[in-house]
């Protein structure tokens, strides 16, 4: 996932969006954890190579945005760190290194650590797959048309939506010439977004077309 991509989108998502969808992250991935020490407390994120923060507060209702400009503590880290969210070993190692910073009482600072380290896996890596249509962001980014050759797709070209949307509509092209390149590509659309109702019903719909015509 792109630095560029994501410092565009940014710019382009209002203030409020931003927040509701790191307020429906954090909830999701603490959504199990006791995090009452933070009751009533402010933390800022703040990615610094991106130039950007946003300060959250925890209430009985889970994270949310906070017009309060003082934070009780920092999370600090820079873009490269902030997307690693699917390995549970990167980010303790990066707490343990200080590529994740947290500046504050070391009370606040025990309780976040000892969450993080805690996190889920499994909730971890299906927030890294699905982090734009998690996020609500999607609609939000500039369109702009994705250059890759549909002959030669690796997996990090299935990192973002806009290529996944390229690999889709570049298969449903090609489903009355070359049907089986059709349902390869659709397939690799599938990996990266497993609940696209539209990719989903093609690559039911091919793979029932080759089944009739073998």
């Known amino acids: 996932m792109k630095k560029t991509l994501i410092s565009t989108a940014l710019r382009f998502v209002p203030k ?29 994120l703040n990615v610094s190579d991106l130039k950007k923060s946003w300060l959250l507060t925890y209430t009985e209702q889970g994270f949310t945005g906070t017009t309060q400009r003082k934070a009780d503590i920092e999370l600090k880290t820079k873009f490269a760190m902030a997307f ?20 504050g009482e070391q009370g606040l600072v025990d309780v976040i650590t000892n969450n993080l380290k805690a996190l889920d896996e499994k ?25 890759l050759d549909i002959n030669n797709i690796t997996a990090d070209d299935l990192a973002t939506p806009y290529n996944i949307d390229f690999i889709r509509d570049e298969a449903i092209k090609l489903e009355q010439t070359d049907l089986q390149k059709a349902l390869s590509l659709m397939l690799l ?10 990719i989903n019903n093609k690559v039911k719909d091919y793979q029932a077309k080759l089944t009739t015509s073998n």
Do not use: T
């Open 16 to 44: 409020s969006v931003q927040y509701k969808a790191l307020c429906k992250a954090l909830n999701y991935l603490f959504e199990h954890h006791d995090l009452n020490d933070l009751k009533n407390k402010v933390v800022k």
């Open 189 to 198: 659309a599938q990996q990266a977004r497993p609940n696209g109702k539209v």
């Open 84 to 103: 690693k969210v699917h390995n549970k070993a990167e980010i303790v190692e990066a707490l343990n290194n200080e590529d994740i910073k947290l500046i």
């Open 123 to 147: 909730r971890l890596k299906s927030l890294s797959n699905h982090l734009f249509s998690f996020l609500n962001l999607k609609s939000k980014q500039p369109v702009e048309p994705a250059p």
